[in-house]
């Protein structure tokens, strides 16, 4: 059975051209429900410990200089299918990739800078959910 909750992060490069607001809308408009949400700055220790799935690989250094850049919004999201209706919410990684109408396709910079980040699983959601938000913090 899929899970109902989703995380997402607005990351740096969109939330300093002032995108947060407008991709806020564009998830609620598509029938998320935020559960919990904060604007924080990830130090390099936990942007490592975050993306620690992706240590070794070649992107590795430049996400987590690139996500310790600046302030990022964080959510819990959710839905039915929430991972699965994220994710085709967001579009493709690559922004070139994505079709059209995706929040990547309309506000990402690049690979790297791809406005968003969005769980690949129900266990990386939960997983990522704990990272940011203590239960308490769940509405």
Same mark, same amino acid.
């Given at each position: 059975m899929a899970g109902k909750i989703t995380l997402t992060i607005i990351k740096p490069g969109a939330v300093s051209k002032g995108l947060t607001g407008t991709i806020l809308n564009r998830i609620c408009e598509e029938g998320f429900r935020i559960a919990?949400?904060?604007?924080?700055?990830?130090?390099?220790? $936990?942007? $490592?410990?975050?993306? %620690?799935?992706?240590?070794?690989?070649?992107?590795? %250094?430049?996400?987590?200089?690139?996500?310790?850049?600046?302030p990022i919004v964080v959510a819990i999201l959710e839905k039915e299918d929430a991972v699965e209706a994220y994710r085709a919410l967001i579009g493709a990684t690559d922004? $070139?990739?994505? %079709?059209?109408?995706?929040?990547?396709?309309?506000?990402?910079?690049?690979?790297?800078?791809?406005?968003?980040?969005?769980? *690949?699983? *129900?266990?990386?959601?939960?997983?990522?959910?704990?990272?940011?938000?203590?239960?308490?913090?769940?509405?």
């Amino acid at each position: 059975m899929a899970g109902k909750i989703t995380l997402t992060i607005i990351k740096p490069g969109a939330v300093s051209k002032g995108l947060t607001g407008t991709i806020l809308n564009r998830i609620c408009e598509e029938g998320f429900r935020i559960a919990a949400l904060q604007m924080t700055q990830l130090t390099r220790s $936990e942007a $490592e410990r975050f993306y %620690e799935v992706h240590r070794g690989k070649p992107f590795y %250094e430049g996400l987590v200089e690139f996500m310790t850049s600046g302030p990022i919004v964080v959510a819990i999201l959710e839905k039915e299918d929430a991972v699965e209706a994220y994710r085709a919410l967001i579009g493709a990684t690559d922004p $070139e990739k994505a %079709e059209e109408g995706t929040i990547r396709k309309l506000y990402a910079q690049s690979v790297r800078e791809n406005a968003v980040h969005g769980s *690949d699983s *129900d266990e990386s959601a939960d997983r990522e959910a704990i990272f940011f938000f203590s239960m308490s913090e769940r509405f």
